[in-house]
Every structure is written in structure tokens, then in C-alpha cells.
T-cell receptor, first 115, second 114 residues
Framework: DTGVSQNPRHKITKRGQNVTFRCDPI?????LYWYRQTLGQGPEFLTY????????KSRLLSDRFSAERPKGSFSTLEIQRTEQGDSAMYLC?????????????FGSGTQLSVL | AQKITQTQPGMFVQEKEAVTLDCTYD???????LFWYKQPSSGEMIFLIY??????QNATEGRYSLNFQKARKSANLVISASQLGDSAMYFC???????????FGAGTTVTVRA
């Protein structure tokens, strides 16, 4: 068990470019979450996968954002035509249990800076 | 929808003293869970403690305890015997009974002074 892994740790891009982040959850975890966190704020939910099915998407997830989880293993989050407002920390989390007390295990995040 | 409010943006505490972090919540779900996470400067969110809405006793995990007052809709975190390594941002979060996700508050920054 190596924990939740996210790559890259940091990404600097120019406005208008596309970026893709990767998340590798804990191997036996079938539930995967993406959150976005801006400086000084709490994480905001973006989307949720159960195995390969994307079951919930936040209204924060505009058409420029797409997430996938092929084969129910790793997940990718792509942002097209990046804007300066997309600058944030993108956190991935996974869990095994959907019981009320099922905690989320988080990765260290990908810090995106859009210039 | 769940709403979490943390009104203390930052707190200072002397090493070895206790500190209480406030958290109030709002939900229409009859059953829910409350969580506290720690986020050091490295960025990773670390789970600290969990309280279920129907749990009879307040949760404790080592130096962490949760002061749960259901009627007031508050779930304050108490850190006893503060250590320098406790300096971090702390988030209160909750999950309703039909929720997949956790909803987080804005967080409280704790700085422990030697």
C-alpha cells in the first residue's frame, strides 16, 4: 500500500493550453474523488467515480473539464483551454467503503499555475 | 446539501497547551458523519478523527478529541498537549447519509509556538 499517488506535483502552463493530471488510487479502492482547492480555502468537490463509472459531477466542473477512470484503476483529469482562474491545487482521494465512517485517503495534489 | 462553517481563520497556541477548533454544520439528513483532517504545508490531507451523528460518546484518537454537541450542530476538535508538528491547516468535513462525497469547511490555520 503506497497511498494515493498524483502526478505531476506541479504544473505551470500558459493560458489556453490543455493540461492533464493523473491519479493512482490505493489499489483495492474502488471509489475515487477529485477535489479542487484554492489558497486558504477548503477542498471543493469536483467529481466522483465508483469503479469506472462517473456517478457525480459538480457544477464547478465546466465543459472544459473532463475526468476519466478507464478500467476502474487510475484516473485522469483534463482541463482544456486553461484560464487563470483554473490555478489551484487539484486533489485526488480514494476510499474502499461507502459507509458513513468511510474516510477518504488523499494524495499530495497537483498544483496548477496558469500564466 | 451539507454546509460546514469554520469561523477561526487562524490560531496561535503555545507548545504543550490545548487548543479548540470550532466547527458548525448544517444538514437536513437525519444521519451523518463528521470528520477532521489535517493539512500540513506538504499538501496532503491527513485523516484525524470521525464522529457519527448517532454515536453516544464523543470520539477520541490519541491527542485528538471531538466535542460533539448535536443540538447545537457543532463538532469542535480539541488538540491536547500541542506539539510543533501540529502546525498545519485543519479542516472539518461532513458526509450526509446519502452522500458519496465529503463537504469541507474553509479551514483553520494552527501555529504552535515553542
Amino acid at each position: 500500500d503506497t497511498g494515493v499517488s498524483q502526478n505531476p506535483r506541479h504544473k505551470i502552463t500558459k493560458r489556453g493550453q490543455n493540461v492533464t493530471f493523473r491519479c493512482d488510487p490505493i489499489s483495492e479502492h474502488n471509489r475515487l474523488y477529485w477535489y479542487r482547492q484554492t489558497l486558504g480555502q477548503g477542498p471543493e468537490f469536483l467529481t466522483y467515480f465508483q469503479n469506472e463509472a462517473q456517478l457525480e459531477k459538480s457544477r464547478l466542473l465546466s465543459d472544459r473539464f473532463s475526468a476519466e477512470r478507464p478500467k476502474g484503476s487510475f484516473s485522469t483529469l483534463e482541463i482544456q483551454r486553461t484560464e487563470q482562474g483554473d490555478s489551484a491545487m487539484y486533489l485526488c482521494a480514494s476510499s474502499l467503503s461507502l459507509r458513513m465512517e468511510g474516510k477518504l485517503f488523499f494524495g499530495s495534489g497537483t498544483q496548477l499555475s496558469v500564466l | 446539501a451539507q454546509k460546514i462553517t469554520q469561523t477561526q481563520p487562524g490560531m496561535f497556541v503555545q507548545e504543550k497547551e490545548a487548543v479548540t477548533l470550532d466547527c458548525t454544520y448544517d444538514t437536513s439528513d437525519p444521519s451523518y458523519g463528521l470528520f477532521w483532517y489535517k493539512q500540513p504545508s506538504s499538501g496532503e490531507m491527513i485523516f484525524l478523527i470521525y464522529q457519527g451523528s448517532y454515536d453516544q460518546q464523543n470520539a477520541t484518537e490519541g491527542r485528538y478529541s471531538l466535542n460533539f454537541q448535536k443540538a447545537r450542530k457543532s463538532a469542535n476538535l480539541v488538540i491536547s498537549a500541542s506539539q510543533l508538528g501540529d502546525s498545519a491547516m485543519y479542516f472539518c468535513a461532513m458526509r450526509g447519509q446519502n452522500d458519496y462525497k465529503l463537504s469541507f469547511g474553509a479551514g483553520t490555520t494552527v501555529t504552535v509556538r515553542a
